[in-house]
């Protein structure tokens, strides 16, 4: 008996003001035989892997140009007023579509105007709902003794119009699911950013003399650094170093600069050429993350042989089987950060276990993960429906 499948060719936009995940959202859709735009603030050379056949439109931001001619930083409130004057050039320049990718909080305007033509709109949300990160945030900024600046409320509104507005949203996981409110859950579908993650030729097999731990992150008041410093300084460790990979300023973070002066065997690690010789410096890695929509470090540090530490704050933590592949604890729990560190410090069977398991499911995300996520992609495409036209008729036998 022979069938037929219908290929339907799509056009797609993709609107993104920085690169973000958005070359792995284009290649899976380009592996789908749709065709994709894509407008940014960023050229195209900051996309990494993004297939030839994606089209890419570059819509420059001048305030983020200026700054970095002039090496400033400017307020933030200017530079949120850029995020909606460019989302403003781009619904006045975008093509048709049928269906609209836009990253979240940076794509009301085109969102609607791509509606206004009969596509269809998908917001791309990566992070938790913003009511509930700003309440995390303010938290975080309260214990480290930081500045909390409240978001304009016009730019919330803005974000919650996004989420009203949009047919489908792009979460990539059950943490940032949960953070919406139940009338909007059926507009959820989750996408796990996994990709084709790389794989390194080599894993350093020799462990250091010094036991020596790492993390990676920017944003201090999301990345739980505060909880992974107290449960150092409390395990006190002799023969060890804990290594923070991180661009950013701990000066504005009192607590932290704190702990930072108390902790001797603490350093900060600027740059790094190629991130996977950081990750085989270290006999353990933590993730101390207080609110992280997926946490790809998580899967580069074990694919490089590196028993982990996550919380169930990191959407990464969900792919993972507790005490086989990875140790998962509580966001802001110095006391289970701690424990879990003196685990594998005593016990080096365990860090051995733990180093094989996480390479062989790291490897086995890298061959099969991504098809979690173009499985999601696909299920959207067909929550959104079928708005293209048909491609061609493929025959084949049942």
């Not at 085109?110 to 709902?129: E, F, I, M, W």
């Not at 661009?247 to 790094?272: C, G, H, T």
């Not at 180093?355 to 929550?383: D, H, P, W």
Request: hydrophobic letters at 40%; a positive charge; charged letters at 25%.
């Amino acid at each position: 008996m022979t069938n037929l499948i219908i290929l339907v060719y799509m056009r797609v936009v993709i609107s993104v003001f920085r690169p973000f995940h958005s070359a792995l959202l284009a290649n899976t859709l380009i592996r789908k035989h749709h065709s994709v735009t894509i407008y940014s603030g960023a050229p195209r050379r900051f996309f990494p892997g993004l297939s030839e056949e994606a089209r890419t439109r570059l819509v420059p931001p001048p305030l983020t140009i200026l700054g970095r001619l002039l090496h400033r930083n400017f307020p933030a409130r200017m530079a949120l007023q850029e995020v909606a004057l460019w989302d403003k050039s781009v619904a006045a320049i975008c093509a048709r579509s049928d269906i609209f990718f836009g990253l979240a909080s940076t794509s009301l305007y085109s969102g609607l105007k791509a509606k206004q033509r009969d596509s269809r709109y998908v917001l791309d949300r990566a992070c938790p709902h913003v009511d509930f990160q700003q309440d995390l945030v303010r938290e975080e900024s309260a214990a480290l003794g930081s500045m909390f600046r409240e978001q304009p409320a016009w730019f919330r509104e803005r974000q919650l119009r996004e989420y009203e507005e949009a047919d489908a949203i792009l979460v990539p996981s059950d943490y940032t699911a949960r953070t919406f409110p139940s009338e909007l859950r059926s507009k959820l579908v989750k996408a796990p950013l996994i990709g084709r993650c790389a794989i390194p030729s080599t894993i350093r097999e020799k462990r250091n003399d010094v036991f020596t731990v790492g993390i990676v992150g920017g944003e201090p008041r999301r990345k739980g650094y505060l909880y992974l410093l107290r449960a150092w300084r409390k395990l006190a460790l002799p023969n060890a170093k804990l290594l923070i990979r991180s661009s950013a300023d701990f000066s504005q973070f009192p607590a932290l600069a704190q702990l930072l002066k108390e902790l001797p065997n603490v350093e900060i690690v600027y740059y790094v050429p190629n991130i996977s010789d950081f990750y085989q410096r270290c006999d353990a890695f933590v993730l101390s993350s207080v609110d992280d929509g997926f946490g790809m470090a998580l899967f580069e540090a074990m694919a490089n042989g590196v028993p982990c530490i996550v919380t169930r704050n990191c959407g990464a933590s969900e792919l993972l089987t507790q005490g086989k592949d990875g140790i998962i604890v509580d966001a802001r729990n110095d006391q289970q950060i701690a424990d879990s560190l003196l685990r594998l410090y005593e016990n080096e069977e365990e860090r051995s276990y733990l180093a094989k398991n996480s390479s062989e499911t790291a490897r086995a995300v890298a061959g099969g993960g991504a098809v979690l996520y173009e499985r999601a992609i696909q299920e959207l495409l067909e929550k959104c429906g079928s708005r293209g036209i048909a491609l061609q008729a493929m025959p084949y036998s049942a």
